[in-house]
């Protein structure tokens, strides 16, 4: 704020002034609209500033609803995109134990004999207890007979379980607390919900029962360096995937007892030759007993029978959606679709036993349905599709329509489709009129409509 003061003019001063007032006109219009403002400026202050004020006192912006509008609903992501008939469906994410904000109270920090001399007040300070535990590399996933997911932290070095049913408990078994845990990868669970996991570092296999107490180790004499972990319940076979050994390792899942390997390593990771293999990474078991593979380094899957017989192989070396850029984990579906992470391209394959690719989905992101370093995959009993990612830590899952139930789906519509037709038919017959010549009728219309096909939709994404 401007501010004068005003003196009173001495003697023959005021006639000096005003003579060059008025002989110099100028003067007059000059002087008059500053000494306007000027008072302006002293007695109105607050006028000035309105625009100011207003502008403080808008009304404050309801972060809530901001929030709701700003994010959409994840129910509905669904692959491939309506109205073709969904295959795959977003369910759910984890990233480690629940944050409560109450653990984050507040202290007085400690006041040094300086500072009470000085007569300073103790600042504020964070105290935290009783940290949640939250992903930060995780690699190896699993799924028990009750819907519970198992996911490996690596950095954590820890084995996350998940309920589904209650998000809000988590339950660990951690490295110092249940067994020494190094650097654990892959993860597999049999029949009886025994949890095997795989430790690179230490060279074997831990094997936990339900109440997640450390029973067996095994493989170290056989190991280099465990990834993938896959079980055969019906042949007791546990399949190891030795990316130190580029081989696969065989054992019997309930003796533990080393049997044979599968594949031979190539010599300096130049070989593509059936049944060789360059760091593989993943394994996986379909209902007939066959394995596959994901030859890690060679970009692509080979594929082998119980007996360990090479059968086949695909994939290739690039960026196309069926072309392969590292793939790491590997799953099979009820229905024999082979799901397979890509982990250098951040997506999730789905292909045929003939190597057709059926559906991709993913890409680089934090969104849902998107990955950061995806490793992991597992297919759980009610089709549940589990997806890990190693930077930073999460668990993605998915929901797997069947064949069967896509099936069903084309059905309903066709039906609907069909009593739509039949409705505005006899509709039109009772108004005794009918389509124009040479143009389409309402049921032709609805015949010629496209019809979603279940395995042409998954096959066209």
């Known amino acids: 704020m401007f501010s004068f003061a005003v003196r009173p003019a001495r003697k023959g001063h005021c006639g000096r002034g005003s003579k060059a007032l008025r002989s110099n006109p100028t003067n007059l219009w000059v002087a008059a609209p500053l000494g306007l403002i000027c008072l302006l400026l002293f007695f109105c202050p607050v006028e000035l500033h309105a625009g100011k004020k207003k502008a403080d006192s808008a009304p404050a912006v309801d972060a809530a609803n901001a929030r709701t509008r700003a994010y959409f609903d994840i129910t509905k992501i669904v692959w491939p995109n309506p109205p073709a008939i969904p295959r795959i469906a977003f369910k759910d994410l984890y990233t480690g134990e629940k944050v409560d904000p109450s653990l984050y109270g507040k202290h007085k920090g400690k006041q040094t004999w300086m500072d009470r001399l000085a007569g300073a007040q103790p600042d504020d300070q964070m105290k935290l207890t009783n940290i949640p535990f939250q992903l930060i590399r995780t690699y190896g996933v699993g799924v028990d007979s009750k819907g519970n997911i198992y996911a490996a932290d690596q950095a954590v070095g820890a084995v996350f379980v998940f309920d589904p049913k209650n998000k809000d408990h988590v339950e660990m078994i951690a490295h110092g607390r249940q067994a020494s845990l190094d650097m654990i990868g892959g993860v597999a669970l049999d029949d009886d919900d025994r949890l095997f996991v795989a430790d690179s570092k230490l060279r074997h296999i831990l094997v936990f029962n339900p109440k997640h107490e450390a029973i067996a180790s095994f493989g170290t004499d056989d190991l280099v360096r465990p990834g993938g972990l896959a079980i055969d319940r019906e042949n007791r076979f546990l399949y190891v995937a030795d990316t130190g ?217």
């Not at 409509?449 to 066209?460: H, L, Q, V």
């Open 245 to 461: 050994n580029d081989v696969v390792d065989v054992f019997d899942a309930d003796t533990y007892k080393f049997l044979r390997k599968i594949g031979k390593p190539s010599r300096k990771h130049d070989q593509t030759d059936p049944g060789t293999f360059a760091d593989p990474e993943g394994v996986a078991v379909d209902k007939d007993g066959n394995l596959y593979v994901t030859d890690t380094l060679n970009d692509r899957v080979e594929m082998f029978d119980a007996d360990g017989e090479f059968i086949s192989t695909f994939g290739k070396n690039g960026d196309g959606p069926a072309d392969f850029e590292r793939p790491k984990g590997i799953a099979v579906d009820c229905d024999g679709h082979i799901w397979i992470v890509d982990a250098a391209l951040s997506m999730v394959k789905v292909f045929n036993r003939q190597g057709q690719l059926l559906i991709y989905f993913g890409g680089v992101g934090n969104y849902p349905g998107q990955f950061m370093g995806p490793w992991g995959i597992a297919i759980g009993p009610s089709n549940e599709v589990v997806v890990s990612e190693t930077f930073p830590g999460r668990v993605q899952v998915f929901r797997y329509i069947t064949d069967a139930e896509a099936a069903a789906e084309k059905a309903r519509r066709e039906s609907e489709l069909e009593k739509r037709a039949g409705s505005t038919g006899a509709s039109g017959a009772n108004a005794g009129s009918g389509a124009p010549a040479g143009g389409p009728s309402s049921k032709g219309t609805a015949a010629a409509s496209p019809t979603p096909d279940p395995k042409k939709d998954f096959a066209a994404q």
